[in-house]
């Protein structure tokens, strides 16, 4: 049974094309997590909500944002895509409130800028 | 800040034993974390370690010294699907996760 789902699993887009990543979840966690991949190198945590909560790490580029809308889903919006933006997107989820939890990752979603 | 080191590459033979080091410094801790990831796939949960000592599961065992800042991850009887990254992360606050580059494993029959 998929419980962090992501689509789509591949995205193309422009130089400079705004695009949407999407992630759902079907574990009911209230934390949520977008990381960053590049080839060869540690996921990157972007931000993550708790709740409703946003917390964006420093140093995320301005060019990234997140929604929320409910429990179940969260967006990567990338304004403004650069080349350098190419990579692959993970979303992870948790059940917050003790320090350990395991994160539950989604498949990804491999972004390509043209 | 936040540096997590670990060995880029290792090979190892089917049904042998392999450790696998991390080293860390972090402004905070609340544990550390070892995940499996197969090429092109998400990252899936191994081990967590809070406290001094060998947590075990199965042919996975994971180590920590906090006063050393020092883990290694231990598979055992290995096979060829253990072939992948394992990548050690650690909590340094509520919510967050830094991760290391990780260690390419590769299994050789």
């Known amino acids: 049974d998929a419980m962090v789902i992501q689509n789509p699993r591949y995205q193309v887009t422009q130089f400079g094309k705004p695009v949407t990543l999407s992630c759902s979840q079907t574990?009911?966690?209230?934390?949520m997590y977008w990381y960053q991949q590049k080839s060869s190198q540690a996921p990157k945590l972007l931000f993550h909500?708790?709740?409703?909560?946003?917390?964006n790490e420093a140093d995320t580029p301005d060019n990234f944002q997140s929604r929320r809308p409910n429990t179940s889903f969260c967006f990567l919006d990338i304004r403004s895509p650069g080349l350098g933006d190419a990579a692959m997107y993970l979303c992870?989820?948790?059940?917050?409130?003790?320090?350990?939890?395991?994160?539950?990752f989604g498949p990804g979603t491999r972004l390509t800028v043209l | 800040g936040q540096n997590i080191d670990q060995p880029t590459e290792m090979t190892a033979t089917e049904g042998a034993i392999v450790q696998i080091n991390c080293t860390y410094q972090t402004s905070g801790f609340n544990g550390l974390f070892w995940y499996q990831q197969h090429a092109g796939e998400a990252p899936t949960f191994l081990s967590y370690?809070?406290?001094?000592g060998l947590e075990e599961k199965g042919r996975f065992s994971s180590f920590l010294s906090r006063s050393k800042g020092y883990s290694y991850l231990l598979l055992k009887e290995l096979q060829m699907k253990d072939s992948a990254s394992y990548l050690c992360a650690v909590r340094p606050g509520a919510n967050n996760l830094f991760f290391g580059t990780g260690t390419r494993l590769t299994v050789i029959p």
């Open positions: 992870a989820t948790e059940e917050g409130g003790l320090k350990f939890n395991e994160q539950f």
């Open positions: 909500y708790y709740d409703k909560d946003f917390n």
């Open positions: 370690n809070v406290l001094d």
């Open positions: 574990l009911n966690h209230n934390v």
